[in-house]
Structure formats: C-alpha cells, structure tokens
C-alpha cells in the first residue's frame, strides 16, 4: 500500500519538524511546534498532556540536544537493571536528575509519559511489579529497577538499551524510534 506508507513518512517529517522546532525555536516554552506535535499530530491520544507534560518535554529536548556530553552504563541484573547516567555539564547533570526524579512520579503515580517507546506502556501497565531505587549523583543519578515478573524484566532491560540509545545518537535515535512506532501504529503498511 504505497499511499498510506507516503503518509506515514510524512507524519514522521511532520513529527521531526515539530521536534526541530521545539528544540531550537522555543528552547524556553510550549511553542507552536509542540503544540502541533503534542496535540495536533498521529500521536494524539496515546500520551497525556497533564500539567508536567510541557516541563518533562523541556527536560527531554535539553538531554537530546546535548546527548554527547551524557555518559551513561547499564548493567542488566538476574532481575532487572541498574543504570548510572551523568555528565560533567552541571546543566546536563541537573536535566539527568530532574528527568529522573520527574519519571519516577510518573510510574509510581500512572501517569505515563511516552512517544516512540514500546517498553514503556508495558512498565506502566506493571508498574506494581516494578521496585525502583534511585541515587542521586552530582553528576547524575544511579538507577536500580528491579521485578519478580520475567516479562517486567525483559522490558526494563529493553527499555535501557531504548534510553542508552537516546543518550548516544540524540535525535537520531528519536527519529529511528518514531519511524518505527509508526509500523506498530499500522500507518506504514
Ligand atoms: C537523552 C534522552 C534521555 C535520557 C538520558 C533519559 C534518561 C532516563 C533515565 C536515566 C531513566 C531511569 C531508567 C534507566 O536508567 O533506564 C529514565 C526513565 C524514564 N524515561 Fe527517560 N531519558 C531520555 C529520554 C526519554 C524520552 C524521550 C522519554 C519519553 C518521551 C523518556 C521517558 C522516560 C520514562 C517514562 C521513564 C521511567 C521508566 C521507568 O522508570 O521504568 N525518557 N530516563
């Protein structure tokens, strides 16, 4: 279906722009990039745009944007993982533990916050499974996740490599995930 697989690149295009956009243009606030890719985009009703959603989109840009100066380590565990990510940028170091902090709320309260990931509606879902202990560094934060759940355990494994990506190529990694996100939406048939 050759149409529809046009669409589907267009809408990653659109989602790229909207990420641009909000990355350079509006490093500061809720610009009009975000809002077309918050609420106007494919993605509309798989994500939550509660009160923290701006502030957690903010963290997000500020950590791709500068994903070289993170230096991050996972090691998987019989039953999970334990992560160390930081950087000597104080600013960096400060969006790490902000992040982190932020998303440890989300889990404990529900609230998922997510865009291309496909681990992340699973470690959501079993939230109650998950047992989570953060340190945090000054440079950072080491994070232990840990679970009785084989299947939780995969996930939080997955979802390492999923962040440790992030931390490598940046936005690359961003556009990657959403292209694929797009096959799992059955847009790019
Ligand atoms: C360079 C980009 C990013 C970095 C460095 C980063 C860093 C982290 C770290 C250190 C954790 C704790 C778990 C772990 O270490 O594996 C985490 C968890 C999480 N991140 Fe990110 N993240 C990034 C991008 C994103 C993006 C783009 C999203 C979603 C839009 C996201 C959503 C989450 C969520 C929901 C959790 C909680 C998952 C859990 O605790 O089980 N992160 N992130």
Known sequence: MKHSSKIAVGAATALGLGVAVAVFAHPGGMGPGMMGFGMGGPMMGRMQGDASFADDMRLVHAMLFDHDK???????????IRTATESGDPGVARAIKAHVASMENRLKDGRIFNLFSPTLPVLFDNRDKIKTTVEMTERGAV????????????????????????????MAAMMRAARASMGTLGMNR
Not at 70 to 80: E, M, W
Not at 143 to 170: F, Y
Request: aromatic share 0%.
């Open 70 to 80: 993170i230096i991050r380590t996972v090691a998987n565990l019989p039953d999970g």
């Open 143 to 170: 994070v232990t996740q840990t679970s009785g759940d084989a299947k939780v355990v995969a996930a939080l494994q997955a979802h390492a490599v999923e962040v440790s990506e992030l931390a490598r190529d940046g």
